[in-house]
């Protein structure tokens, strides 16, 4: 079983920048991708980054040229560098994992932290 926990969530001002950390334990094999979605009051969970096991990226559009997505050589640690950030990234985010080949969809995903709460505010 994978156990993941979340930290580096915090406020920052609009502009601002915030690293995400996923620690990532348990048995991994056969996870095909972990990655990070959010989800804002009163607006659907949404997937916002994605790393495959064999290192491809996929990024929600709203966040292209914004965030990046990364993990530690060893995958027990995954990443979200988020940069230029806007109020509208103002969100719950959490880090899941998956072992289906769907990849991109937000329902594939069956283990999942605890989240850390994102806050971009003046």
């Known amino acids: 079983q994978v156990h993941l926990v979340e930290s580096g969530g915090g406020l920052v001002q609009p502009g601002g920048s915030l690293r995400l950390t996923c620690q990532v334990s348990?048995?991994?094999?056969?996870?095909?991708?972990l990655a990070w979605h959010r989800q804002a009051p009163v607006k659907e969970l949404e997937v916002v980054a994605v790393?495959?096991?064999?290192?491809?990226?996929f990024y929600h559009d709203s966040v292209v040229g914004r965030f990046t997505i990364s993990r530690a050589d060893d995958k027990s640690t995954l990443y979200l560098q988020m940069n230029r950030l806007q109020s509208e990234d103002t969100a719950m985010y959490y880090c899941?994992?998956?072992?289906?080949?769907?990849?991109?969809?937000?329902?594939?995903?069956?283990?999942w932290g605890q989240g850390t709460q994102v806050t971009v505010s003046s």
């Open positions: 899941a994992a998956t072992s289906s080949n769907m990849i991109t969809i937000g329902s594939a995903y069956d283990i």
């Open positions: 348990g048995t991994i094999s056969g996870i095909t991708a």
């Open positions: 790393i495959s096991d064999g290192g491809s990226t």
